[in-house]
């Protein structure tokens, strides 16, 4: 199979097994965002960037780069559309949080960091995962895992 370079600005399909997807748009950093596009039909990609995004969260490059989530358009980014601040915890200390944002880190207070995701990179599959969850109304087990601890 032939691999597919993602370029920051490609939304891409995400395919979620029952005959429906959604969509998402490459960011800076491995990061996409996930957008509110649950739909059987497919979306012009000026149509997919006019959406609610879900959230924000870097994935494997294996899942544009092995065709798993095809690119189906690009609309070029705007300084508009950040993705938010992620969370890190120590491993060792799990009173120890940092905050990333935009290719920096900095210490932060475990109040800070409430609300935000946790700086993590997902696999494709988890993705799908919670976007079925989200659709369906449930919990996702990958989100529940990430919460600070």
Not at 86 to 93: G, M, S, T
Request: hydrophobic fraction near 40%; proline fraction near 5%; aromatic fraction near 8%.
């Amino acid at each position: 199979m032939k691999s597919t370079r993602r370029i920051v600005g490609d939304i891409v399909k995400i395919p979620l097994g029952d005959g429906t997807h959604t969509y998402a748009r490459v960011l800076p950093e491995a990061t996409f965002a996930f957008y509110d596009s649950h739909v059987a039909e497919d979306l012009a990609a000026e149509e997919v960037v006019k959406k609610t995004i879900l959230f924000f969260v870097a994935v494997m490059h294996h899942a544009v780069k092995k065709g798993r989530w095809p690119i189906v358009g690009h609309i070029p980014m705007d300084e508009s559309l950040q993705s938010p601040p992620k969370f890190i915890q120590d491993a060792l200390d799990k009173n120890k949080f940092e905050i990333y944002a935009h290719g920096r880190s900095r210490p932060a207070t475990q109040q800070e960091c409430i609300g935000l995701e946790r700086a993590a990179v997902w696999e494709p599959e988890h993705v799908e995962d919670r976007l079925r969850d989200h659709y369906a109304g449930r919990k996702n087990k990958w989100v529940e895992s990430l919460k600070i601890r």
